[in-house]
């Protein structure tokens, strides 16, 4: 198991950027697909995007060209920068670490866009 930390959340007005973080502990953080999902209020939860070991990414598609996830294997991070912000962004945003086995959760992040 892993344990996941996430930071960066916050309140921004709409239009603007916030940049996740979420640090893995233990090891093997190479070989885990990173993603980040997210869970608005009434909401079920969805996934917002993906990335693998070797770095292959995919979004939904309401945050193409918004968004961007990237990890950097060395500090075991993985990062969501997000652009453009909308209203309907306003969620809490975790992060998931999966390997065949194993399927772990960060503690979430609460991201709110005001108008």
């Known amino acids: 198991q892993v344990q996941l930390v996430e930071t960066g959340g916050g309140l921004v007005q709409a239009g603007g950027s916030l940049r996740l973080s979420c640090t893995a502990s233990g090891s093997m953080f190479s070989i885990f697909t990173m993603a980040w999902y997210r869970q608005a209020p009434d909401k079920q939860r969805e996934l917002v995007a993906q990335i693998l070991g070797g770095g292959s990414a995919n979004y939904q598609d309401s945050v193409k060209g918004r968004f961007t996830i990237s990890r950097d294997n060395a500090r075991k991070t993985v990062y969501l920068q997000m652009n453009s912000l909308k209203q309907e962004d306003t969620a809490d945003y975790y992060c998931?670490?999966?390997?065949?086995?194993?399927?772990?959760w960060g503690q979430g992040t609460q991201v709110t866009v005001s108008s």
């Open positions: 998931n670490a999966r390997i065949v086995g194993q399927n772990n």
